[in-house]
């Protein structure tokens, strides 16, 4: 099946730096979400995105699906960031959602 | 979008016991997931319930061990059955959103401590 793969696996920063969160996929993908899980448990959709380029306020996402890979930038992190961050897929030929394995995100104040 | 309640949100349970987590979407949907995120893990897709038929399993579920029921197009049911330490996760289901290439969303998960 689809493999994802998520980099860096861990992150630490001090609040207002930025940083790019990566997650490479190995087959062609008919949807591609970022979730942040916050510290409670609760995943949260960040982006929907199987292509393309979106922007949620501090937040940003970019797939390029021909090179199977997507990222997710941060800009001037905020404690509230701290958290992890899946990507997840849904292979073409499929109806799974397969998960990354995260990045865990840590903000320093 | 669609809004799913999961029942119960935690549950501190004995070894050898079961346990049955409800799911309710407020639209229907023809297809529900269930996953589990096992401490400090990612999460792995147990099952898809499918209304009117038996559950499909992932690799490594079987359904003794996780019996799902789908009685209609707005709920569905996991049972963590003979429940032992390496239970303890979080269990969620989740349902794509109406039409083709929906995104997923989910519900806010059932927290299992098994002592």
């Known amino acids: 099946g689809i493999q994802v793969e998520q980099s860096p696996p861990d992150l630490i920063l001090q609040e207002g730096a930025n940083s790019t969160l990566r997650c490479n996929f190995s087959?062609?993908?008919?949807?591609l979400q970022w979730f942040h899980q916050n510290p409670w448990g609760q995943l949260i959709n960040l982006f929907y995105?199987?292509?393309g380029t979106k922007q949620n306020g501090r937040l940003s996402a970019t797939t390029v699906a021909t090179e199977r890979y997507s990222l997710l930038y941060i800009s001037s992190s905020q404690t509230t960031d701290s958290g992890v961050y899946f990507c997840?897929?849904?292979?073409?030929?499929?109806?799974?959602?397969?998960f990354g394995a995260g990045t865990r995100l840590f903000v320093k104040a | 979008s669609a809004v799913i309640s999961q029942k119960p949100s935690r549950d501190i349970c004995q070894r050898g016991t079961s346990l049955t987590i409800q799911c309710q979407v407020d639209?229907?949907?023809?297809?529900m997931f269930w996953y589990r995120q096992q401490p400090g893990q990612s999460l792995t897709l147990i099952a898809t319930?499918?209304?009117?038929?038996?559950?499909?399993?992932e690799s490594g579920f079987v359904i003794d061990k996780f019996p799902i029921s789908r009685p209609n197009l707005t709920f569905s049911t996991l049972t963590v059955s003979n429940m032992s330490p390496e239970d303890s996760s979080i269990y969620l289901c989740?349902?794509?959103?109406?039409?083709?290439?929906?995104?997923?969303?989910f519900g806010s998960g059932t927290q299992l401590s098994v002592l």
């Open positions: 989740s349902v794509p959103g109406i039409g083709t290439n929906e995104k997923l969303f």
């Open positions: 087959d062609s993908v008919n949807n």
């Open positions: 995105i199987p292509s």
């Open positions: 997840a897929v849904e292979s073409t030929g499929g109806f799974k959602t397969i």
């Open positions: 639209s229907q949907v023809t297809m």
């Open positions: 319930a499918n209304q009117g038929s038996e559950a499909t399993y």
